[in-house]
């Protein structure tokens, strides 16, 4: 049988704390999230099932989170191929401390 990583117990701790993040910023639908990006993010994440940052790394990790690359408050397009991109948790939340960093 081949290798298999063990990552449950890592996703349900990544999924933990997604939920307190949730709770500091407001949910998905406070900050603007919609039908529309509900729709456009699950077609996403089967168009791009892994995380691109990992990719470029040769490592193989699953999508936990559709990002806009251009964030919205600085004018990124919503529901658009070109803006998105699928990350694991530890990817986004790298690029959430850049862009807090360059603001
Ligand atoms: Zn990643």
């Known amino acids: 049988m081949p290798y298999a990583p063990k990552r449950h ?6 999924r933990r704390q997604h ?5 500091r910023r407001g949910s998905a639908r406070q900050r603007g999230y919609d039908t529309a990006w509900d729709k456009f993010s699950a077609w996403y994440r089967k168009e791009h099932p892994l995380c691109e940052e990992c990719v470029k790394n040769d490592l193989i990790i699953p999508v936990d989170v559709v990002d806009h690359i251009i ?6 397009a919503h529901c658009d191929e070109e803006n998105a991109m699928s990350l694991c948790w530890s990817c986004h939340e790298k690029k959430k401390a850049r862009e807090k960093r360059a603001r």
């Open 19 to 23: 939920r307190s993040y949730d709770k």
């Open 71 to 76: 964030p919205l408050a600085e004018g990124g």
């Open 9 to 14: 117990r890592a996703i349900r701790s990544a």
